[in-house]
């Protein structure tokens, strides 16, 4: 028998702006957060329970610094830890690179054209 995933009303908008992303591209917290009109530390808590991943692409977003951020709930390690190690894999799969810091190499990879 399926189960049904339930997600809120917010993390449904979230994970519909995540589709928008394009491969090969990343955004911030910060930006779906001006496009959803939250606080990035809500995002961030939509995409730590991200069922759905990496279908909805959770990994395509990172802190507006530039760092890697977080992945399935792991921050404290990073870049050090499995879950980082996940996230700058599926990101460099799509030509998305980083440096030995966790810092994004090409800032073109930005995206931030939402259509909400």
């Not at 507006?64 to 996940?86: C, H, M, V």
């Amino acid at each position: 028998m399926a189960r049904e995933t339930k997600v809120t009303d917010f993390q449904t908008r979230v994970y519909s702006l995540l589709q928008q992303i394009p491969e090969g591209k990343v955004t911030s917290y910060a930006a779906l957060s001006k496009a959803l009109n939250s606080s990035p530390r809500a995002v961030g808590g939509a995409l730590r329970n991200n069922p759905f991943a990496p279908e909805i692409p959770c990994h395509r977003c990172i802190a507006s610094t530039g760092f890697i951020g977080g992945f399935q709930g792991d921050w404290q390690k990073a870049p050090s830890g499995i879950n980082i190690e996940k996230k700058m894999s599926l990101l460099k799969e799509e030509g998305v690179e980083f440096d030995e810091k966790g810092m994004l190499v090409d800032r073109g990879a930005w995206w931030d054209e939402f259509r909400v």
